[in-house]
């Protein structure tokens, strides 16, 4: 199964616990395949930082750590779903060149209401551990 992890929730399952945590924890495990950018990950190691307070070095440990169980694509913005250069939309793309079968998210204002883009599920984190578990 692959999977494409957005920024949110790559950074809730980091610092919180909960469903996302859980993610990130298979993620590591490889339990499932992890898509990702190098867009994704400078979004990750930019907010744990800045957001989080997480030191410079730690995140770019972590980030190191998913880049290496995971495949990483590069999108060009060829995908413009959302208006006025929304940056979800390399998320979109990500997803798309990553043929992933699932686009994991907690972002209800742009990328949950699509549901799915490309014969990709768009769900939220529980969502996405229900369907690993079954």
């Known amino acids: 199964m692959k999977a494409c992890i957005d920024t949110n929730v790559w950074l809730s399952g980091i610092v919180f616990t909960g469903a996302p945590a ?7 495990k490889q ?4 898509v990702t950018s190098d867009f994704i990950l400078d979004e990750v190691e930019r907010n744990l930082v800045k957001k989080f307070d997480v030191p410079a070095r730690k995140a770019k ?7 290496q169980i995971a495949d ?7 995908v413009t779903l959302l208006p006025n ?3 979800d939309n390399f ?11 699932y686009l994991v998210t907690g972002d209800r204002g742009h990328l949950l209401p699509l549901n799915g883009f490309r014969n990709i599920k768009i769900v939220n984190p529980t969502a996405f551990l229900a369907a690993i578990k079954r």
Request: hydrophobic residues 45%; aromatic residues 12%; without cysteine.
């Open 61 to 67: 440990n972590l980030i190191y750590r998913i880049s």
């Open 91 to 101: 998320v979109l793309e990500t997803a798309w060149i990553g043929r992933a079968k």
């Open 85 to 87: 250069r929304n940056p």
């Open 22 to 28: 859980e993610i990130v924890q298979l993620a590591f």
């Open 31 to 34: 339990k499932f395949q992890v």
């Open 72 to 78: 990483v694509y590069q999108p060009n913005g060829t």
